[in-house]
């Protein structure tokens, strides 16, 4: 496993299944668990700390209203945390503030609400560095990314 994904409510599965999928287009091991860093800090840490020693490098966390899981995270490793701020009250600026103003030197990598795609971006993205194969992978996906867009575009539009 080289990725875990963690979010605090089962409610959270639609919003995270999006870094899976973008996990699943590239090849990339991923484990999901639905812990709380509130009702079962203990397990989440043993969870945690098992996700490290199995091989995980890069930790995406979703989570919602306090949004604390990304944070604890962060907090009890030195792997790369990826928050995911899920929408609940406030339109989920609440989460997005609680995650991205993390305390200086316990970092957390912060992408859009309910972005959980670009977490996953992000985790291809960083295992990339190291990872030739994933880099190629990467870089083709870019390319047909560019490609694409100028085929439906670029030759403008009808309005």
Known sequence: MKVAIFFGSKSD???????????????????????????VPEKLTETLMEAEENGCEVVIAGAG????????????????????PIKGAVEGLDALFSIVQMPKSIPVATVGINNSYNAGMLAVQMLAI????????????????????IEENGEGIDL
């Open 13 to 39: 599965t639609e919003v995270m299944k999006g870094a899976a999928n973008c996990l699943r287009e590239f090849g990339v091991e991923f484990k999901a668990y639905v812990l709380s860093a509130h009702r």
């Open 65 to 84: 209203l306090a949004a604390h899981l990304p944070g604890v995270i962060a907090s009890q490793t030195t792997m790369p945390v990826i928050g995911v």
């Open 130 to 149: 190291k990872d030739s194969s994933l880099r190629e992978k990467l870089n083709k996906f870019r390319l047909d990314m560019k490609s694409k867009f």
